[in-house]
Nanobody
Framework: QVQLVESGGGLVQAGDSLRLSCAAS?????????VGWFRQPPGKEREFVAA????????YYADSVKGRFTISRDNAKNTVYLQMNSLKPEDTAVYYC?????????????????WGQGTQVTVSS
């Protein structure tokens, strides 16, 4: 069992940066799983943002964040990060981290077994 807790969200202006953290606890270390970040804008469906596999550490990004966001993990701290640069108002959403090892695509919510409670990111223009 893995518990995930996100932090680092807040209110920023367009062009600013934020780093989200996702601390994992429980019996299983985060290094055993692929990890992902998703977001849910107001009134919209949850959407994929970024993912990092546990074998080879391959990274995947949504086109909307490619070149601006970076996903990383610190296995020693059992923590996953999402560095967000050049933020835009359309990045406003609740951001969720997830961990899992499913058989579907890492960009799909069904790939992940564990989810955090989310952290709000608001970008003003």
């Amino acid at each position: 069992q893995v518990q995930l807790v996100e932090s680092g969200g807040g209110l920023v202006q367009a062009g600013d940066s934020l780093r989200l953290s996702c601390a994992a606890s429980g019996r299983t270390f985060i290094s055993s799983y692929a990890v992902g970040w998703f977001r849910q804008p107001p009134g919209k469906e949850r959407e994929f943002v970024a993912a990092l596999t546990w074998i080879g550490s391959a990274t995947y990004y949504a086109d909307s964040v490619k070149g601006r966001f970076t996903i990383s993990r610190d296995n020693a701290k059992n923590t996953v990060y999402l560095q967000m640069n050049s933020l835009k108002p359309e990045d406003t959403a609740v951001y969720y981290c997830a961990a899992g090892g499913g058989t579907t695509n890492v960009e799909l919510t069904t790939f992940y077994r564990y989810w955090g409670q989310g952290t709000q990111v608001t970008v003003s223009s």
